[in-house]
């Protein structure tokens, strides 16, 4: 039974996954603590809400919440329902995530009529991937009930598309749609054959499933080749002899290689440096016959230089503009593809996978590591352009699915702004103002010692090598000595083995994430790294950099598949330890980092998945339970 209870609550988890608006602060121990000694005096979902009737303020609202977890757990839907409504009256409730709530409740009540005015209404409000996944699976399942498999299809396949992209997890969706396709005729599937290659997927299992039905070794067949081509997708959880089907993905046998680099143009630079690696990383694989191709070329040059060379498979390109530029053409539609970037527009083939250097890995990584800390109030630090300003939107995007709490931002426009920053976000401003007002009213000497702000538990700079050798020193001398002192942390933008080799600064104490390859004691390839100094000792830390990805990305096709249909399963490279997510990206674990008495060593920091808000609640109400 508690098994189902929780199964229960994971069905609903999805639908609070992203919500942005804060839930009443936890800053105050006196009203967490009320609320905890309330909640232990109920012992359902009922005498909870009963309790939250007598309450006020923060302390009612948060008990409407756990209220709501408990009728979730008891599946008390007409509770959960009027539980919604009542927090649909509060202006701090995200009321997007509540009233699918509601919609959710009254649809288990068969009140199907009421629950589609509900998600229509949300029409045109659903900015966040999670919002708009649950939004599309609940009204698909809502058609479906009432035995409109026709008018649910579109929606089971845009939930099952976002969820896809986003890595949402949505118990039953894939289930759910599966059983709604087999109820569609063969006219209607073939309607429905075109459009993103999720959809196209779902229906032409669908469509062998049909075609094949009184013929075991056909159906078996055509099921083998759909796996092919269709590497990683949902549908792969409701297709039988899961087991059976990973021994069909041995690793890849690459007779013919491809590869798409800059060799003209402003980046041709970056493209020997990748090529540089193509080449140490072909030593190690039995891959016959390796073709450079330039990918400035045009479209119909490329093309016709592909269609004579028939590559099993191909790397790159490199530039986001000929990535968009092939794609349009549908030049690589058929053919393995290991693109040198992230990817923007829909995904045309799951036979192609996305690498790059993104930096949001490093943000995640860090942030990971903060909440298994504890750390409640982060301060960032960023320069003051599009790149600073994306890596602070991504971490408080993600910052917000895990903590009540928000970051400090400080942006600096330049070395000169840079103090000012620091002293504003850590108040010494404020504290000298304080000292200047004390001693005029004394007129003398009053001995003193500025005093920063005390709740900043960590800080995370996001600038290069200069500027974090700039502010560590600005922030050292700006925290209150009588505070503890605050961890520094830095993204692989703050190392630089250029600037080290004359001048570590003064970093004492800095953390920060880096691949491998860039940390001497982390190289396992020692015989590489000597062939590579040897052969470019000056070489700039981004040509160092895309080396070891292009090292990687060869290294890595002969498991690239196993990798997509597995995850969790990681590869050791020398850009670290490579992953590929459900959407073909390629994610990065990186190794940390210390400077340490004007050296680098390495660490090993604690980092673990954290638990979103709305599953800290419901872990509550379990114990509780």
Known sequence: MRLKLVSLLIILSGLSACSTTEKPTKNSDNVSNRSNALQNQATSAQSIYQLAQNRQGADKIQLLYSARDAAISEQNWPLLETIGNELELTASVDQIQNRLYIAFAQKQQNKNDQALVILQSLDGQLTQPEHFAWHQFLTATIYASQNFPKKAAPYFFRASETAAKNNIEIPQLNQNLWDNL??????????LNRGSVIQQGWTNLALYHQVYAGSGVELDQAINNWRRRYIGHPAFTVLPKQDEMLTEFAPLNIERLVVLFPQSGPNERLGDALKAGVLAALDTQ?????????????????????????PDFVIGPLLKANIDKLAN?????????????TFDGERISLQHYYFALNPEHEVEQALEHFLAMGYQKPMLLA?????????????????????????????????????????????????????????ALFRQEVENETRSRSDIDVIYILGDAIETRLIKPYLDVNVSTFADRIPLYASSKSHSKQIDSTDKGDLDGLYFTELPWMLDSQIKQHNLRQQYD????????????????????????????????????????????????TSGHIERMLDWAQYTNRRIKSVQLKTQRPVPLFMQSASEMQTIN
Not at 329 to 341: E, K, R, W, Y
Not at 384 to 413: H, M
């Open 286 to 310: 039995n891959i016959n016959d390796t073709i450079f191709i330039d990918e400035n070329l045009s479209t119909e040059e490329i093309t016709a230089q592909l269609e004579e060379i028939k």
């Open 182 to 191: 087999k109820q569609l005729s063969s006219y209607a599937l073939e309607r």
């Open 329 to 341: 053409a549908q030049t690589l539609i058929d053919t393995p593809v290991l693109h040198l970037n």
């Open 383 to 439: 320069p003051n352009n599009a790149n600073g300003q994306r890596l602070v939107d991504y971490f408080n995007l993600q910052w917000q699915r895990y903590s009540e709490t928000k970051p400090q931002i400080g942006f600096y426009n330049d070395k000169k702004d840079m103090p000012n920053t620091i002293t504003s976000l850590l108040e010494v401003d404020k504290s000298k103002e304080r000292i200047k007002t004390v001693k």
């Open 534 to 581: 040897s052969l470019w000792p000056e070489q700039v830390d981004i040509s160092q950099r895309l080396f070891a990805m292009a090292y990687d990305a060869v290294s890595v096709l002969p498991d690239i598949r196993q990798l997509s249909v597995m995850p969790g399963n990681q590869y050791s490279g020398l850009s670290g330890k490579l992953s590929v997510n």
